[in-house]
């Protein structure tokens, strides 16, 4: 696979655009701006989401989409989650005419982490119901603890590749993978994108809880408890119980809850320090997907029928005002229980 379009100009599509042309893989990413677009392909860095790594001069850089994606191998999507359906419908008009063609793109990877409003629909899932048809059995999803500045700089990272067909696991495995970017596979595809999404909810409830001044006990306790929760929805979704305890649950969930660089867990701050939700998400151009997915996560519970008592109280602190004081006494206030059983239940 030599020809590879990266959709989303943000710090992790920059960074796996840089990840892949290192490895002499010709590599276009695409920026939705077209001054933007400018700006960086002529400066060489992207110094509004990247700042500090030269992006290599053989790396493409454009704002038409088509040329992202026409007689590409692979197509990576790594746009925000709200806005990867229009994204796969640009697509989808742009593969209209090569619908039977042999050409077609051997895999159509997402990288983005979130679950859809309106829908409660996965990435993929979107992918799926956008796309030609005859691209549904080449989907898959890319997952796990990875700070994007850290990728960039060549610090070991591991993280997931999931596909639903192992030959397809495989194949973007050996794309991916560098002597410091360790890519796993799985079949699950599923739990690999609930655990990517989910993990942003706990990390805003983290943040909460340190900007309220509360130490590392609880911390350790929303950790765990958080991911008693995302094991709940994921099974009673069809995934195995096994992918949370990996790099796309437990391993993605400790960084965002712990890091510094999760931008949920800054949002998370912001909140248990005092401030609304309006003046946190005015402040940044950084996009926190945690804060729309506790809405998706939120909905889920309440239609699958799934205990998420920590998810509840970030989706009321985020969209019906409840202080988060308020929040905490309503988790601490829970009937006592049983701690493996309550996992299933």
Same mark, same amino acid.
């Given at each position: 696979?030599?020809?590879?379009?990266?959709?989303?100009?943000?710090?992790?599509?920059?960074?796996?655009?840089?990840?892949?042309?290192?490895?002499?893989?010709?590599?276009?990413?695409?920026?939705?701006?077209?001054?933007?677009?400018?700006?960086?392909?002529?400066?060489?860095?992207?110094?509004?989401?990247?700042?500090?790594?030269?992006?290599?001069?053989?790396?493409?850089?454009?704002?038409?989409?088509?040329?992202?994606? &026409?007689?590409?191998?692979?197509?990576?999507?790594?746009?925000?989650?709200?806005?990867?359906?229009?994204?796969?419908?640009?697509?989808?008009?742009?593969?209209?005419?090569?619908?039977?063609?042999?050409?077609?793109?051997?895999?159509?990877?997402?990288?983005?982490?979130?679950?859809?409003?309106?829908?409660?629909?996965?990435?993929?899932?979107?992918?799926?119901?956008?796309?030609?048809?005859? *691209?549904?059995?080449?989907?898959?999803?890319?997952?796990?603890?990875?700070?994007?500045?850290?990728?960039?700089?060549?610090?070991?990272?591991?993280?997931?590749?999931?596909?639903?067909?192992?030959? *397809?696991?495989?194949?973007?495995?050996?794309?991916?993978?560098?002597?410091?970017?360790?890519?796993?596979?799985?079949?699950?595809?599923?739990?690999?994108?609930?655990?990517?999404?989910?993990?942003?909810?706990?990390?805003?409830?983290?943040?909460?809880?340190?900007?309220?001044?509360?130490?590392?006990?609880?911390?350790?306790?929303?950790?765990?408890?958080?991911?008693?929760?995302?094991?709940?929805?994921?099974?009673?979704?069809?995934?195995?119980?096994?992918?949370?305890?990996?790099?796309?649950?437990?391993?993605?969930?400790? *960084?965002?809850?712990?890091?510094?660089?999760?931008?949920?867990?800054?949002?998370?701050?912001?909140?248990?320090?005092?401030?609304?939700?309006?003046?946190?998400?005015?402040?940044?151009?950084?996009?926190?997907?945690?804060?729309?997915?506790?809405?998706?996560?939120?909905?889920?519970?309440?239609?699958?029928?799934?205990?998420?008592?920590?998810?509840?109280?970030?989706?009321?602190?985020?969209?019906?005002?409840?202080?988060?004081?308020?929040?905490?006494?309503?988790? &601490?206030?829970?009937?006592?229980?049983?701690?493996?059983?309550?996992?299933?239940?």
């Amino acid at each position: 696979m030599k020809r590879i379009g990266v959709l989303g100009a943000g710090s992790w599509g920059t960074t796996l655009a840089v990840l892949l042309a290192n490895k002499k893989i010709k590599t276009v990413l695409w920026a939705r701006n077209q001054e933007f677009a400018k700006q960086i392909r002529k400066s060489r860095e992207n110094k509004s989401y990247l700042p500090g790594i030269e992006l290599p001069v053989t790396l493409e850089i454009t704002s038409d989409i088509a040329k992202a994606v &026409l007689n590409k191998e692979v197509i990576l999507f790594v746009v925000p989650s709200h806005g990867l359906r229009k994204v796969a419908k640009q697509i989808a008009m742009a593969l209209s005419d090569f619908t039977q063609s042999p050409n077609l793109p051997y895999a159509l990877v997402s990288a983005s982490k979130g679950i859809e409003n309106r829908t409660l629909l996965t990435m993929t899932e979107i992918m799926k119901e956008v796309l030609p048809s005859r *691209l549904s059995g080449r989907l898959a999803a890319l997952s796990g603890p990875s700070f994007a500045q850290e990728v960039a700089s060549s610090i070991p990272t591991a993280i997931t590749m999931a596909a639903s067909e192992h030959r *397809l696991c495989t194949g973007l495995q050996d794309l991916f993978t560098t002597e410091t970017f360790r890519v796993y596979t799985s079949l699950d595809l599923m739990g690999v994108q609930l655990g990517g999404a989910l993990k942003n909810v706990m990390a805003i409830a983290s943040g909460i809880s340190d900007g309220m001044g509360f130490g590392t006990n609880t911390r350790a306790a929303l950790i765990t408890r958080g991911l008693a929760e995302m094991s709940r929805l994921g099974m009673r979704l069809g995934a195995n119980p096994l992918t949370f305890a990996g790099l796309a649950g437990l391993g993605d969930l400790v *960084l965002t809850c712990t890091g510094d660089l999760s931008r949920n867990r800054q949002v998370g701050l912001k909140l248990g320090q005092g401030q609304s939700i309006e003046n946190i998400l005015k402040e940044t151009s950084m996009i926190a997907e945690g804060v729309k997915t506790a809405s998706s996560a939120y909905a889920m519970a309440e239609k699958y029928k799934v205990d998420m008592p920590i998810t509840n109280q970030v989706y009321k602190v985020l969209y019906e005002g409840l202080d988060p004081k308020d929040a905490v006494n309503e988790l &601490l206030k829970r009937p006592p229980r049983q701690e493996l059983m309550d996992v299933l239940v």
